[in-house]
């Protein structure tokens, strides 16, 4: 077996592991808090009736017996019905992921549009005014709380200038025309543009723009750490030096020379930042009431869904670890020393 396939083999097992311990410490922690069916009915109804609630549930029978049917239904893509509302956890998926995967995706974008440019400024003006501020700015960006960021933004830009909506994906009745075409994905944007109404369209990333911004700061203060510190190693590189003597101009030895190189890192960071983004989102969503899966799970732990939340993490698992494997694989792929 090739260096790069027993490296990837490797990273590929190392996902069921990680799931399972995940999965495992939320099942057992959740049941430390007490049941859903005591903690939303124990004041309404008898001793008897809850006794048979419980028992309807399944709640009544020997933890280890529970555990393992948990364990049964994420391996068979079963993950049940949740306890408080009855309803199905994969339709629960099919509704909110998408909304929850928009937002990543407008926060990734936002991330490295802000670190990846800025990072490079500040590699270029090293222990210079400029590079001052940018570093300061990267650490209170990824120092403060991604909800105190989210309300600080309404408070300004939604409330006292009115530039951007409060809350919401978009506007009610763009909600209402693009729920109502034939071929809906979730993804408003993408629906937005198939319809080809352009005002649907600016609605959108309208609602966007504080939710993505928000959440995209969290990550951009690491990338631009990252590509600051890298971009640094490779400027005083032997090659970027014999470079630099045969008369290389420095914009072109900046662009070709230096930053490429120094990307290489910053895609093994995309895929750490996934857990980053994702975990983000339940705050985001929450803050600007954004309908996906992150304002479900706050939801649910509230009540204390015992199926919805176990459910709703082990996926956040799943997506995480599988994303780590795939960006594994792409660096190994354009870094020989990786797989080493």
């Given amino acids: 077996m090739s260096g790069l396939a027993r490296y990837l083999t490797m990273r590929f097992l190392l996902i069921f592991p990680t799931v399972f311990v995940l999965v495992t410490a939320v099942f057992f922690l959740m049941r430390l808090t007490g049941d859903p069916v005591?903690?939303?009915?124990?004041?309404?109804?008898?001793?008897a009736q809850l006794q048979q609630?419980?028992?309807q549930a399944g709640y009544d029978r020997p933890l280890l017996e529970q555990y393992l049917d948990f364990l049964k239904g994420v391996a068979t893509g079963d993950l049940g019905r949740t306890a408080t509302d009855n309803?199905?956890?994969?339709?629960?998926?099919?509704?909110?992921?998408t909304a929850t995967l928009e937002l990543a995706a407008y926060a990734l974008l936002v991330a490295v549009l802000i670190g990846l440019p800025l990072g490079r400024l500040a590699a270029y003006h090293r222990d210079r005014l400029p590079d001052v501020v940018l570093r300061l700015s990267a650490i209170l960006a990824y120092a403060m709380p991604v909800f105190f960021v989210g309300l600080l933004l309404k408070l300004v830009f939604s409330v006292w200038l009115g530039w951007f909506p409060v809350a919401g994906r978009a506007s009610t009745q763009v909600q209402l025309n693009l729920s109502h075409r034939s071929s809906v994905t979730g993804l408003y944007l993408l629906d937005a543009l198939r319809s080809?109404?352009?005002g649907a369209v600016l609605d959108v990333l309208h609602h966007a723009v504080l939710p993505s911004v928000a959440l995209g700061l969290l990550v951009a203060?690491?990338?631009?750490?990252l590509v600051r510190t890298n971009v640094i190693g490779t400027l005083s590189t032997g090659y970027v030096t014999a470079a630099r003597s045969r008369g290389v101009d420095e914009p072109r030895l900046r662009n070709r020379h230096a930053t490429r190189p120094a990307l290489v890192p910053v895609i093994t960071m995309l895929g750490l930042q996934v857990a980053g983004l994702l975990g983000g989102?339940?705050?985001t969503e929450t803050t600007f009431e954004w309908r996906g899966l992150?304002?479900?799970?706050?939801?649910?732990?509230?009540v204390r869904d015992f199926v919805a939340v176990q459910a709703l993490v082990a996926v956040f698992a799943i997506v995480v670890a599988v994303t780590n494997f795939?960006?594994?694989?792409?660096?190994?792929l354009v870094d020989p020393r990786v797989r080493y």
């Fill in 326 to 332: 795939l960006v594994d694989a792409v660096a190994a």
């Fill in 294 to 302: 992150g304002f479900e799970l706050a939801h649910y732990l509230t």
């Fill in 53 to 55: 609630r419980l028992h």
């Fill in 281 to 283: 989102a339940v705050l």
């Fill in 221 to 225: 203060g690491i990338f631009l750490r």
């Fill in 196 to 198: 080809g109404d352009g």
């Fill in 38 to 47: 005591t903690n939303a009915f124990g004041d309404r109804l008898t001793q």
């Fill in 87 to 97: 309803r199905s956890v994969s339709d629960l998926l099919g509704t909110y992921g």
